[in-house]
C-alpha cells in the first residue's frame, strides 16, 4: 500500500499562531489527499478533500479560511491552522487513496496539535 | 448522510479468546475496509473488501463483506496482548467518499 508520512508529529503552539501540517506520500503520486480530525475516544472526521492543482473540498461545518489546505504537488499536501486557539487542539491525520480500481485508504501516522 | 453502526463499541476479552465486531450500514457500499489504530498513530489498514460475500483473511484476521453489501464483520482469533486498540470499519460507495463506523475499543488481558 501507499506509504503516508506527516510532520510534524506533535506540535504546540501559542494561541493566535499559525501552524503548519505536512503530509507527503512517499511512493505514490496522490492526485488526491484527504485531511481527517479526531476528537480523543472519537472516530475521525472528514476535514477536507485535497485536490492537486486545484482548490480543496471543504465539508460542512469546516471553515476554509481557518483551515488552509494547499496540494501544490502530487507528493505533498499541507494543512496551516490559522490563529490558532485551545479549541483547535487535536489529533489530525492525513490520508490518500490507492488506485481507482481498488480504491483503499491509507493514512499517515497524525500529527497532534496542542494550542496553550 | 450515510450512517455507520459499528459494535461493540469497546471489549474486554482474555489471551486467546476469538473477537468479532461488526458494521452495518442504512446504505450499500462497494467497498469495506477494516483498520486498527494505537494510541497517538493513524490508522493502518488492515483488510479491504471489495465483492458481496467476500470472504478474506489476514493471518488471524477474517472479514466479509456481507451480501446484502450493507455490512461488515471482522473476526480476529486467538486473541494476543499487540491486538488491543481502536478497530474502525469504513465504506466506500463513490470513489472519494469514505465513511467510517465509531470505533471498538479492543482490550485483552494477558
Known amino acids: 500500500g501507499a506509504v503516508v508520512s506527516q510532520h510534524p508529529s506533535w506540535v504546540i503552539c501559542k494561541s493566535g499562531t499559525s501552524v503548519k501540517i505536512e503530509c507527503r506520500s512517499l511512493?505514490?503520486?496522490?492526485?488526491?489527499m484527504f485531511w481527517y480530525r479526531q476528537f480523543p475516544k472519537q472516530s475521525l472526521m472528514l476535514m477536507a478533500t485535497?485536490?492537486?492543482?486545484?482548490?480543496?473540498?471543504?465539508e460542512q461545518g469546516v471553515e476554509k479560511d481557518k483551515f488552509l489546505i494547499n496540494h501544490a504537488s502530487l507528493t505533498l499536501s499541507t494543512l496551516t491552522v490559522t490563529s490558532a486557539h485551545p479549541e483547535d487542539s487535536s489529533f489530525y491525520i492525513c490520508?490518500?487513496?490507492?488506485?481507482?480500481?481498488?480504491?483503499?485508504?491509507?493514512f499517515g501516522e497524525g500529527s497532534r496539535l496542542t494550542v496553550l | 448522510g450515510q450512517q455507520l453502526n459499528q459494535s461493540p463499541q469497546s471489549m474486554f476479552i482474555q489471551e486467546g479468546e476469538d473477537v468479532s465486531m461488526n458494521c452495518t450500514s442504512s446504505?450499500?457500499?462497494?467497498?469495506w475496509l477494516w483498520y486498527k489504530q494505537d494510541p497517538g498513530e493513524g490508522p493502518v489498514l488492515l483488510i479491504a473488501?471489495?465483492?458481496?460475500?467476500e470472504l478474506t483473511s489476514n493471518g488471524r484476521l477474517t472479514a466479509q463483506f456481507g451480501i446484502t453489501r450493507k455490512d461488515s464483520f471482522l473476526n480476529i482469533s486467538a486473541s494476543i496482548p499487540s491486538d488491543v486498540g481502536i478497530y474502525f470499519c469504513?465504506?466506500?460507495?463513490?470513489?472519494?467518499?469514505?465513511?467510517f463506523g465509531s470505533g471498538t475499543k479492543l482490550n485483552v488481558k494477558p
Open positions: 490520508s490518500v487513496t490507492g488506485t481507482a480500481s481498488t480504491g483503499e485508504l491509507f
Open positions: 469504513a465504506g466506500r460507495y463513490n470513489f472519494n467518499k469514505f465513511y
Open positions: 485535497s485536490n492537486e492543482g486545484s482548490k480543496a473540498t471543504y
Open positions: 446504505s450499500i457500499f462497494n467497498t
Open positions: 473488501l471489495y465483492k458481496a460475500g
Open positions: 511512493d505514490f503520486q496522490a492526485t488526491t
